[in-house]
């Protein structure tokens, strides 16, 4: 796979913003057949940093209700990267 096809989108919020900045961890969204090892090169390639771990999580969709029933949202897959303490990423 491709990096840009591996990584969909950094996760910008409040806590991951905390994480970056204290930790030295970034959360991306990421796609759901994507393995550890994927999206550590793909990370690397894009952001050129040295990846110590990848944690995956997938996230199950959720029902949403409008005024025709119910439908379901789809589920994605969360990266949260842990970089080496001398690389920063500048997109946070």
């Known amino acids: 796979m491709k990096p840009t096809t591996v990584i969909?989108?950094?996760?910008i919020t409040?806590?991951?913003t905390?994480?970056?900045s204290e930790f030295?961890?970034?959360?991306?969204?990421?796609d759901p057949h994507a393995t550890k090892?994927?999206?550590?090169s793909a990370i690397e390639k894009l952001y050129e940093v040295r990846v110590l771990s990848?944690?995956?999580?997938?996230?199950?969709?959720r029902i949403k209700r409008?005024?025709?029933g119910t439908y379901?949202?789809?589920?994605?897959?969360?990266a949260i990267v842990k970089i080496h303490p001398d690389d920063k990423i500048e997109l946070f």
């Not at 030295?24 to 990421?30: D, K, M, S, T």
């Not at 990848?54 to 969709?61: I, W």
Request: proline share 3%; no cysteine.
């Open 14 to 16: 409040e806590k991951n």
């Open 24 to 30: 030295n961890r970034y959360g991306f969204e990421v």
């Open 66 to 68: 409008n005024r025709f």
């Open 72 to 78: 379901l949202k789809g589920a994605h897959k969360r």
């Open 8 to 11: 969909h989108r950094p996760l």
């Open 37 to 40: 090892e994927q999206i550590k």
């Open 54 to 61: 990848v944690a995956t999580q997938t996230r199950r969709g």
């Open 18 to 20: 905390f994480t970056s």
